[in-house]
């Protein structure tokens, strides 16, 4: 963008590729109008050259804007109806409460070293001590 002078014309797909929100968009197009840098969206049909095409602009930000939240709300609303439905987010744990508390064991009568568990397990020798952290939590401080 700082390449971009004086009667030049920045060309994008879609309007929503430019920016996330409406006050973004309007600031970034606020900015190139000033540098006299005009604006096309391909998609949009959009050409900020005259006052319809800036109209337009401002409007269709507005509806890509409105667009988007509605999506999140979409998103928002279907992840509380699974948590509500008791579905379990998220990726599986890597290793069962059973195969933690059996390595915490070995570990701690010092059978063992960390990571001959975690390979015995099949993980890294991070997520075994993660899972450990997470599982017996020791006072820090």
């Keep these: 963008m700082q390449s971009l002078k004086s009667g030049d014309t920045l060309v994008v797909w879609r309007l929503d590729r430019l920016g996330r929100s409406l006050p973004g968009l309007v600031a970034l197009m606020d900015k190139l109008g000033k540098r006299g840098i005009n604006f096309q969206s391909l998609t949009e049909n959009i050409n900020t050259t ?14 890509a804007e409105f667009e988007r939240s509605l999506i999140s709300e979409r ?39 960390v990571q001959e568990v975690a390979e015995e397990l099949g993980v890294s020798v991070r997520t075994l001590q993660r899972s450990l952290r997470n599982a017996f939590p020791a006072g820090r401080g």
């Design 50 to 63: 005259s006052s319809g095409g800036r109209l337009m602009f401002h409007m269709m930000a507005a509806l």
């Design 75 to 113: 998103t928002r609303a279907g992840l509380s109806a699974a948590r509500a439905r008791g579905c379990t987010l998220g990726r599986p744990k890597s290793l069962s409460p059973d195969q933690i508390a059996d390595a915490f064991e070995a570990i701690r009568q010092e059978k063992t070293q």
